[in-house]
């Protein structure tokens, strides 16, 4: 099944905590992104990589390292969680950087 | 940055009926506008696109326009079904291209049966 995967789908942690969350694409795209979707719903990007290289880094605090060991993987480490790290991170990719194509079913981190 | 602005936040229509829901965009410089609709507990999935050098696009019941002098967009879907509720969210690519995608604040959309 070609698609663009998730884990964990849930996250339940403290304050203060390090956390890491994974994506895999088999859709051979060479463009992944991290976007953070808050309460409100909005959607913003956080990082884009094309062919394991960064390309995009959005206002995003140090906290947060993504990391690509290759054009199918995008992982996301969050240090030292705070409360308003709370949100839904999609994972994405694209066919070169025509913009996000496919989405993965998103990470559901709570900060408590 | 790119500002894109949508309207409305949430749309209810009749089953059968069309449903339409616009955006603006500041930076002239957008040239790729795509859509996604989202389903509850799921992500954002592409639905349709067009890109500044067209100005209309159909996909079937969906359908996308532009007006690049107005900097609007909207997206049109004609004989509404029930599983077409969702959220739906414009994007705008903004200066530095399709990669980084600006996003609309999202339409509740409801097809009543």
């Known amino acids: 099944d070609t698609a663009v995967s998730q884990t964990p789908k849930y996250l339940v942690t403290q304050m203060g905590n390090d956390k890491s969350i994974k994506c895999e694409q088999n859709?051979?795209?060479?463009?992944m992104y991290w976007y953070k979707q808050d309460s409100k719903k909005f959607l913003k990007i956080m990082f884009s990589?094309?062919?394991?290289?960064?390309?995009i880094n959005e206002t995003v605090p140090n906290r947060f390292s993504p990391k690509s060991p290759d054009k199918a993987h995008l992982n996301l480490h969050i240090n030292s969680l705070e409360l308003g790290d709370s949100a839904v991170y999609f994972c994405?990719?694209?066919?070169?950087?025509?913009?996000?194509?496919?989405f993965g079913p998103g990470t559901r981190l709570l900060v408590l | 940055g790119e500002n894109v602005e949508q309207h409305p936040s949430t749309l209810s229509v009749q089953e059968g009926d069309s449903a339409v829901i616009k955006c603006t965009y500041s930076d002239s410089a957008s040239n790729y506008f795509p859509w996604y609709k989202q389903e509850l507990g799921k992500g954002p999935q592409l639905i349709i696109d067009?890109?500044?050098?067209?100005g209309e696009k159909k996909d079937q019941r969906i359908a996308v326009t532009l007006n690049k002098t107005a900097k609007h967009f909207s997206l049109h879907i004609t004989e509404t079904q029930p599983e077409d509720s969702a959220v739906y969210f414009c994007a705008a690519s903004g200066q530095t291209g399709a990669n980084n995608l600006f996003f609309g604040t999202g339409t509740r959309l409801t097809v009543i049966p």
């Open positions: 994405a990719s694209s066919q070169n950087l025509q913009g996000a194509e496919k």
């Open positions: 067009i890109r500044s050098n067209v």
């Open positions: 859709l051979g795209h060479d463009t």
């Open positions: 990589y094309n062919n394991k290289e960064l390309i």
